[in-house]
């Protein structure tokens, strides 16, 4: 349950990343609103996630779903570069995040 948590809060990153993006340096209400309500919901599942969890594991889960989940975004809907490289780095932080979630340990 507690890396499911981690996943949700990964997932939650990309959010908040993208509407940190979409505010325009907090100018815009919506994008702002969404930002903080992301924000929240990724670090307080994250908090949850932590009291089960090695922190080195399920830190590096969380950042690699958000970063590899963003930049899949802005790829897709915010026309941002794509490139094999970027493609294949992608791949690898994702493969990154699998190895890490099965090393991980629960206390």
Known sequence: MAWLLVVV???LETGFAVCLKLSHGFTRLWPTVAF???ALGSFGLLTLAL???DVGP???VWTGIGAAGTAIYGMIFLGDVVSTLKIVSISLVIVGVIGLQLSGSSH
């Open 9 to 11: 809060a990964g997932f």
């Open 36 to 38: 903080a309500a992301f």
């Open 51 to 53: 009291r089960k969890l």
């Open 58 to 60: 399920a830190y590096a």
